[in-house]
């Protein structure tokens, strides 16, 4: 699987799990809406009240599943950031096409934005037998 064929595999799927591990070292898990940048950047806002964003400031590595409908899936890992200036904006555009609702967010008090860079992802489709497990290099 090439590089452009995982991109829009990720577009065509809205939402993701996404893994990080608390101060005390449990696993937490969330559902997020999630778009991918053509440089393979994935990015969704979030609360920075909430667990996630406060887990990724503390230890920014995490993991994300992408897609689980149809047999098919994207599991990475990665590290995130927060994204700042041009590259912030950059983002938020890919994403307010995708989540409109999310220009409304903007006016949070508390939001936050991340990007994760992968560095570790697995293609898997179990449409087939035996299935198709294919790693991806980011």
């Given at each position: 699987?090439?590089?452009?064929?995982?991109?829009?595999?990720?577009?065509?799927?809205?939402?993701?799990?996404q893994?990080?591990?608390?101060?005390?070292?449990?696993?937490?898990?969330?559902?997020?809406?999630?778009?991918?940048?053509?440089s393979?950047?994935?990015?969704?806002?979030?609360?920075?009240?909430?667990?996630?964003?406060?887990?990724?400031?503390?230890?920014?590595?995490?993991?994300?599943?992408?897609?689980?409908?149809?047999?098919?899936?994207?599991?990475?890992?990665?590290?995130?950031?927060?994204?700042?200036?041009?590259?912030?904006?950059?983002l938020?555009?890919?994403?307010?096409?995708?989540?409109?609702?999310?220009?409304?967010?903007?006016?949070?008090?508390?939001?936050?934005?991340?990007?994760?860079?992968?560095?570790?992802?697995?293609?898997?489709?179990?449409?087939?037998?035996?299935?198709?497990?294919?790693?991806?290099?980011?």
């Open positions: 699987m090439d590089t452009q064929t995982l991109i829009a595999f990720i577009r065509a799927q809205p939402w993701a799990v893994a990080s591990v608390s101060p005390d070292g449990a696993p937490q898990a969330a559902v997020i809406g999630v778009v991918v940048s053509d393979l950047e994935l990015f969704f806002d979030t609360s920075a009240a909430s667990r996630k964003c406060r887990n990724l400031r503390r230890e920014p590595r995490l993991a994300l599943v992408i897609g689980w409908d149809q047999g098919q899936t994207v599991q990475l890992e990665g590290r995130a950031d927060e994204p700042t200036g041009a590259d912030l904006i950059r938020q555009e890919l994403y307010f096409a995708r989540f409109p609702d999310g220009r409304a967010r903007q006016a949070w008090p508390d939001i936050a934005y991340v990007r994760v860079r992968p560095t570790w992802i697995r293609y898997s489709d179990f449409r087939q037998d035996p299935p198709r497990i294919v790693q991806v290099a980011p």
